[in-house]
């Protein structure tokens, strides 16, 4: 116990943040990421395929109370860089107002390939997602630890579901961001794959199929990165409490480790992978968020999402405990259930008055809380 615990401190993560601009007058979408980010490093913000959309880029660490505090200093840094301009950020995986405009897309040679080969789902990606990075630097491993893990990445987007509403409709899906995600040609489960050899190659095909441009166009729930030695969560809203992105972080570099002492000591996995099963459960996952049932990676049946997200803390607790995160990722999670998921708290904002603009005001609030 103590050669583990010694390894799983050292076992760093990092987040990637996308963030709506809207206007705080109109509460609509505006495509001025490129004024939120003038004066903001570029190696901590960036832009992204649509001008409404900026990204932040925490600081690799192991501690996950670092984690939290880089990525609450990356929000009030962009906060304040948009105020001045009379502009908001909101983390959410859809914003409920588009902009007058319609997609902007900015300019930049790779986003204008993707507009030109991909069309209207490039058109409509008013989307933004957070992702989390976990160390792992044998790509053999990591192939396979993907894959074990993969069977609660729905679980995970239950918990960041936060895009009830498409084109300024409720859309009736907790993540409607999950299913524009999905239409990507890459997008969906990982695998089969026996080892990195394999995955590169399959990689390399889609490359030489003409279907990708490069291997940084995977885009694959989960995924090997294709220019650091992390395994990367991929399937997650974006979301507006920094809480739930500590949380979401958390859980994953748990699964992670734990399924790589598994793989390391030769034990089997504990369920078969079936990608059709994996692709219902996502769908559940979308559908309903925290607020209806999910599917068991356990039994293949339903589930109510508050006792699935308690099943995985139990799970997971040797681990969590071996880390040192025990204590604030199982009151996380246990704070994310009793609130309900960011989708709830938006449609009930939404019906106390019947505007839209009520909910943009909430997704501003908690996306500058913490």
């Known amino acids: 116990m103590g050669r583990s615990r010694l390894m799983t401190r050292l076992v760093a993560l990092g987040v990637e943040e996308e963030f709506h601009v809207v206007d705080l007058v109109s509460r609509r979408l505006t495509p001025q990421a490129h004024v939120v980010l003038d004066g903001l490093p570029d190696t901590s913000f960036s832009a992204e395929l649509q001008q409404a959309v900026v990204e932040t880029n925490s600081t690799p660490t192991p501690d996950l109370a670092a984690l939290r505090a880089d990525l609450v200093d990356l929000r009030r840094r962009?906060?304040?860089?948009?105020?001045?301009?009379?502009?908001?950020?909101?983390?959410?995986?859809?914003?409920?107002?588009?902009?007058?405009?319609?997609?902007?897309?900015?300019?930049?040679?790779?986003?204008?390939?993707?507009?030109?080969?991909?069309?209207?789902?490039?058109?409509?990606?008013?989307?933004?997602?957070?992702?989390?990075?976990?160390?792992?630097?044998?790509?053999?491993?990591?192939?396979?630890?993907?894959?074990?893990?993969?069977?609660?990445?729905?679980?995970?987007?239950?918990?960041?579901?936060?895009?009830?509403?498409?084109?300024?409709?409720?859309?009736g899906y907790a993540s409607s961001r999950a299913l524009a995600w999905q239409r990507w040609p890459t997008a969906g489960p990982l695998g089969p794959f026996r080892?990195?050899?394999?995955?590169?190659?399959?990689?390399?095909?889609?490359?030489?199929?003409?279907?990708?441009?490069?291997?940084?166009?995977?885009?694959?729930?989960?995924?090997?990165?294709?220019?650091?030695?992390?395994?990367?969560l991929r399937v997650c809203d974006s979301v507006p409490r920094v809480d739930d992105m500590v949380l979401l972080a958390g859980l994953f570099r748990a699964l992670v480790v734990r399924e790589t002492d598994a793989v390391e000591a030769g034990a089997p996995p504990r369920f078969e992978q079936r990608p059709a099963l994996l692709r219902a459960a996502t769908w559940r996952a979308a559908r309903s968020g925290l607020g209806g049932d999910l599917i068991s990676p356990l039994t293949g049946k339903p589930s109510p999402a508050g006792l699935l997200v308690e099943t995985l803390l139990e799970e997971l607790r040797p681990t969590l405990e071996a880390l040192g995160d025990w204590e604030t990722v199982s009151a996380l999670a246990l704070e994310a259930v009793r609130l309900g998921g960011s989708a709830a708290r938006q449609r009930a904002a939404y019906r106390r008055n019947g505007q839209a603009a009520d909910v943009v005001d909430l997704l501003v609030r908690e996306t500058a809380e913490g």
């Open 78 to 171: 962009l906060i304040a860089s948009a105020e001045p301009h009379g502009l908001g950020i909101v983390g959410s995986g859809t914003a409920p107002l588009h902009g007058t405009g319609g997609f902007a897309l900015t300019p930049d040679e790779r986003y204008e390939y993707l507009l030109d080969s991909y069309q209207f789902i490039a058109r409509e990606q008013f989307i933004c997602g957070g992702q989390v990075h976990v160390e792992i630097t044998d790509r053999d491993l990591a192939v396979l630890v993907a894959q074990r893990v993969q069977s609660w990445l729905p679980v995970l987007l239950a918990v960041s579901a936060s895009s009830p509403y498409w084109f300024e409709t409720d859309s």
């Open 195 to 232: 080892s990195a050899a394999e995955y590169d190659q399959a990689v390399a095909d889609l490359v030489t199929s003409g279907v990708i441009d490069d291997p940084g166009m995977v885009y694959f729930d989960i995924r090997l990165s294709a220019h650091v030695p992390t395994m990367e």
